[in-house]
């Protein structure tokens, strides 16, 4: 019987890894194999992300060098399948675009991917054959989705909504991936009795808006009430929170994270700007004095609290005195982990009316300055951090010379924030190991264990 190979290849944030988890997991139960080699895969499937322009640009170069490869038949690969954001947000204007891929699947039909193979691989080529399948963007996933976690991974994403009704000026995720749409509290408690089975250590609660999770369910239940229930689920150590707007953050949810000890004392806090006006043209809600008094009531609710935001640079409006005033606010409120994004005009968005005349050149410059700054502050956090005790999750062998084994403590978040490299010791993938700090440096410590 001839073997069905897929390369799957996911692009963008982790909601996007969640849904190509769930993909692979149905290609192998629809009788696929996957493997990490394109030359030995028949079907390429690229998940995109077409959040702004180096998004979409991403997604595209590795389109065009995935097209090129299949090109050059030297390897068994005969279709290009593109799902997820990309084609979600230009539907059939791709076909045209893209004459390389042989077929484009939007967000929703992510539960549908054996289904689109079987029937891609069985039909003959030609100019009828539909290459589109993009539908409104309403799939949620529930528990009964199997995701293709590893087996002893350290940590896992837990997505418990899909969409956005906020509605930024800016951004064009409601277009994308519909309203804000929330999984019943039993369903994603079941998954994550289901992940820590599978020896899960640390699970990180994910959604475009973490903190509006419960209100489109009947009774309304709460991020706080979710929280609970996950941290009484047995063999998980920690419970992460990732995406949480400053206008919906409440002090009952700030005790809840201080309370429940598997719930690491950090908050991803995206504030985008500190300016009034700025916040205004960007129609977020709540402005400068909401972000000192959310990131006060934080602060001191959860004492040791890791706190991590990111910010958006040139904005139309953003004049250089804007740009000084929120330059002053990060030296001031002083975030232990911070990125920077630069303007990105995306056609469809309120935003994008607005006339800009702030030059590419200076909107990378004002990021620079953000990020030397952010690295000045973070090396000086890390260096107070010399000498204590900090849990690490191990996740894999040391990556530098003389460390033994990488990992995380509880105030670093897989990929956006630094690591924890261990000089000494060779704990297993997945063990948490008390150690103390030795070093630090812009991001990253350094630790033996205890």
């Not at 019987?1 to 290609?27: F, Q, R, T």
């Not at 903190?211 to 920690?238: F, M, N, Q, S």
């Not at 004049?319 to 975030?335: C, D, H, N, P, S």
Request: glycine share 10%; net charge neutral.
């Amino acid at each position: 019987m001839h073997v069905k190979k897929v390369h799957l290849i996911s692009l963008g944030c982790p909601k996007n890894l969640v849904d190509s988890e769930v993909m692979g997991a149905a290609l192998i139960d629809g009788g696929y194999v996957l493997t990490d080699r394109p030359e030995e895969a028949s079907v390429v499937l690229v998940n995109t992300c077409a959040f702004i322009l180096p998004a979409k640009e991403e997604s595209i170069e590795e389109i065009l060098r995935m097209a090129a490869w299949k090109s050059r038949g030297k390897g068994p690969c005969t279709h290009l399948v593109v799902t997820g954001c990309l084609p979600q947000r230009y539907a059939r204007g791709l076909e045209e675009a893209l004459p390389e891929v042989d077929l484009f699947l939007g967000v929703s039909e992510v539960p549908n991917i054996t289904r689109h193979l079987d029937r891609l691989l069985g039909s003959p080529p030609g100019p009828c054959r539909r290459r589109s399948f993009i539908g409104k963007p309403t799939f949620l996933m529930n528990a009964g989705h199997r995701r293709l976690v590893p087996e002893g991974g350290a940590s896992a994403y837990i997505k418990i909504a899909d969409g956005c009704s906020n509605r930024c000026a800016y951004c064009v995720i409601p277009q994308i991936r519909g309203k804000a749409r929330s999984r019943p509290v039993d369903d994603i408690v079941r998954e994550a009795e289901g992940l820590a089975a599978k020896g899960v250590r640390e699970l990180i609660v994910t959604a475009q808006d973490t903190t509006v999770y419960g209100r489109d369910l009947k009774g309304k239940p709460t991020l706080e009430t979710l929280l609970h229930e996950l941290a009484g689920i047995a063999g998980l150590a920690w419970i992460r929170l990732l995406y949480t707007y400053p206008a919906h953050v409440t002090d009952s949810l700030l005790r809840t994270i201080a309370e429940e000890g598997k719930i690491c004392d950090y908050i991803d806090l995206p504030i985008q700007h500190c300016d009034d006006a700025v916040l205004g043209v960007m129609g977020r809600r709540g402005g400068n004095a909401l972000i000192r008094e959310v990131v006060g009531n934080a602060r001191t609710i959860i004492p040791g609290l890791a706190l991590r935001t990111s910010l958006i640079v040139g904005f139309p409006g953003e004049t250089a005195r804007r740009f000084e005033k929120l330059l002053a606010f990060i030296r001031e409120v002083r975030f232990d982990h911070l990125g920077v994004f630069t303007y990105s005009r995306e056609e469809g968005t309120r935003a994008a009316a607005i006339p800009s005349r702030i030059p590419e050149r200076e909107k990378e410059r004002r990021r620079e300055l953000l990020m030397e700054e952010q690295a000045l502050i973070s090396r000086e956090i890390n260096s107070t951090l010399v000498g204590s005790l900090q849990e690490v999750l191990i996740e894999g062998p040391g990556e530098l010379a003389g460390s033994t084994r990488v990992g995380r403590c509880r105030r670093q978040a897989p990929e956006i924030d630094g690591v924890t490299h261990l000089l000494g010791g060779t704990p297993n993938r997945g063990e948490i190991v008390t150690c103390r700090i030795t070093a630090a440096d812009d991001y990253d410590l350094f630790a033996v264990p205890v």
